[in-house]
Every structure is written in structure tokens, then in C-alpha cells.
């Protein structure tokens, strides 16, 4: 798996891997979730920087961990989306849902 995580005051900042599929999200969602939890998250950040793919189930993470933290009174955004990426958020609705700087 190629994610990797970083905390910087309050923020959780997810750099997600190069494909976020079926095989990735499950991993991708139980290690976001944990930190979570153990840390005080006021913000989340997903990094796409070297994401090519995503497919619904990268759609489900994200949906599912803006929502607990929303829950919180946290935000989430997603930063560095490519052009596919932004045509996947555009098509599920993701950027209505998050704050994205494209």
C-alpha cells in the first residue's frame, strides 16, 4: 500500500495511493478511522498527488470519513486532484460534499 499519513495541528492529511480501488479502500478506511480516534482531527485532508485512479470504492471512504468527522464539527478537503479525479468528484458529486482545491 502506498498511502502515507501525516498530522500537522489538528489535521490528518491522508496522501493517497496512486490507485484507490476495492483492494486499497478497505486498508485506506480502517487506518484513516483509527487515527482518527487516537488523534484529535479537526480537519482531514486527502493528498491526490499521485492518484491516476479512484473507482466508487474510493468515493466510499471519503464520503464515509467526511461524515463522521462532519459529525465532530470537523472539514474535510481534498487537495491536488488531476483532471480524472476532478471528473470523479464532478460526476459523484464528491465536490459539493467537501471542500476540493483543484
Known amino acids: 500500500m502506498e498511502h502515507r499519513f501525516e498530522q500537522e495541528t489538528g489535521e490528518l492529511i491522508v496522501r493517497m495511493p496512486r490507485e484507490v480501488d476495492h483492494h486499497t479502500s478497505g486498508l485506506l478506511k480502517e487506518e484513516t478511522d483509527i487515527l482518527m480516534s487516537r488523534y484529535p482531527v479537526r480537519g482531514l485532508v486527502f493528498d491526490f498527488q499521485d492518484t491516476i485512479f479512484m473507482d466508487s470504492s474510493g ?28 471528473k470523479i468528484f464532478q460526476i459523484s458529486g464528491l465536490h459539493k460534499v467537501i471542500d476540493v482545491k483543484f
Open 59 to 86: 468515493i466510499g471512504v471519503i464520503l464515509g470519513r467526511c461524515r463522521n468527522l462532519k459529525f465532530a464539527g470537523g472539514r474535510t478537503r481534498a487537495v491536488h486532484l488531476n483532471a480524472q479525479i476532478q
